[in-house]
């Protein structure tokens, strides 16, 4: 079993920068594909960016592309999502995921099976 806790949300203005992470214990999760999805007031959650299990490959929404940074520590086990000139859409709670069977982007051999709790994003505008 894998427990996921998120850190470093918070309220920023517009343009402004943070820094998400997100920590695994119960397991290493060196082996798999990590992502982060969001999920803002009132819409459906999506996905926003993920890496594969050794950092080689990242890939991004389009929404966030060239503003988002998502990199992964493995000896710490931790997963980090930089995001710069935020936006007040930027605005949801964010989730990190392991992607025990496919890339960590959503598709046929996706496996999102753990989950953390999240962290709230707000920027103001």
């Known amino acids: 079993q894998v427990q996921l806790v998120e850190s470093g949300g918070g309220l920023v203005q517009a343009g402004g920068s943070l820094r998400l992470s997100c920590t695994a214990s119960?397991?290493?999760?060196?082996?798999?594909?990590m992502a982060w999805f969001r999920r803002a007031p009132g819409k459906e959650r999506e996905w926003v960016a993920a890496?594969?299990?050794?950092?080689?490959?990242?890939f991004y929404r389009k929404s966030v592309k060239g503003r988002f940074t998502i990199s992964r520590d493995t000896a710490k086990n931790t997963v980090y999502l930089q995001m710069n000139s935020l936006q007040p859409e930027d605005t949801a709670v964010y989730f990190c995921?392991?992607?025990?069977?496919?890339?960590?982007?959503?598709?046929?051999?996706?496996?999102?099976?753990?989950w953390g709790r999240g962290t709230q994003v707000t920027v103001s505008s």
């Open positions: 890496i594969s299990w050794n950092g080689g490959s990242t």
């Open positions: 119960g397991q290493t999760v060196s082996s798999y594909a």
């Open positions: 995921v392991v992607d025990r069977r496919g890339s960590g982007v959503p598709g046929l051999e996706s496996a999102f099976d753990y």
